[in-house]
């Protein structure tokens, strides 16, 4: 089976930088996601890891530690926009399994 | 560009009656369908996935069905909806018939169900 763990809520200020953990247990790894769900909306697509190391998009970054089964997404010049949840799902023998979600609140 | 389309939005619905729940993608073909069911503060279960017409996998065991009577066509049903079967519906396609690939998936708007 598979076990993800993201913290429930984060709160950050309009500007600041923050970063959201995903700790994972898993047998099989073929990749983790990361997606933004706005309240009352569909998930959508953010960044994808599949070896260790960063991966940068613009105002969004997300790392991966295979051997520590561990990844975090990272968000720079935070804007009010960004307040959603975010989701970290692990892809194993071809399913992804989602975590709760982390609902990160900007503050101005 | 690739579209998926699910519907209805929203529905309410009596204990004990029927479901039928849409998703068409349209764009693509041999898409990778599945059924995702979203409580509130949490993150998505997966139902079902379908890698052609015809192959349904069931995830959990429920009283929830699906279909794929079409290449483009997901379908969830129920015979008889419980309680617990309130919650938000997302249908979601990915564009590789290899399981093992790392096409992110895209999802429908969603169907916020309401059993009463």
């Known amino acids: 089976g598979q076990n993800i763990d993201q913290p429930t809520e984060m709160t950050a200020t309009e500007g600041a930088i923050v970063q959201i953990n995903c700790t994972y247990q898993?047998?099989?790894?073929?990749?983790l996601f990361w997606y933004q769900q706005h309240a009352g909306e569909a998930p959508t697509f953010l960044s994808y890891?599949?070896?260790?190391g960063l991966e940068e998009k613009g105002r969004f970054s997300s790392f991966l530690s295979r051997s520590k089964g561990y990844s975090y997404l990272l968000l720079k010049e935070l804007q009010m926009k960004d307040s959603a949840s975010y989701l970290c799902?692990?892809?194993?023998?071809?399913?992804?399994?989602f975590g709760d979600g982390t609902t990160l609140t900007v503050k101005p | 560009s690739q579209t998926i389309h699910q519907w209805p939005a929203t529905l309410v619905q009596p204990v004990g009656s029927p479901l039928s729940l849409e998703c068409t993608v349209e764009?693509?073909?041999?898409?990778?369908l599945y059924w995702y069911r979203q409580a509130a503060g949490r993150g998505l279960q997966l139902l079902f996935y379908?890698?052609?017409?015809?192959?349904i996998s069931s995830e959990v065991p429920q009283n929830l069905s699906a279909s794929r009577p079409q290449d483009r066509q997901f379908i969830l049903s129920s015979k008889k909806l419980l309680l617990s079967d309130s919650g938000f519906y997302l249908c979601?396609?990915?564009?590789?018939?290899?399981?093992?690939?790392?096409?992110?998936?895209?999802f429908g708007d969603g169907t916020r169900l309401s059993i009463l």
């Open positions: 799902a692990v892809k194993s023998r071809g399913k992804s399994t």
């Open positions: 979601a396609w990915s564009p590789d018939r290899d399981l093992f690939s790392n096409q992110p998936q895209h």
């Open positions: 890891n599949v070896l260790d």
């Open positions: 379908s890698v052609g017409i015809g192959q």
């Open positions: 898993t047998s099989g790894f073929n990749g």
């Open positions: 764009g693509t073909s041999n898409p990778n």
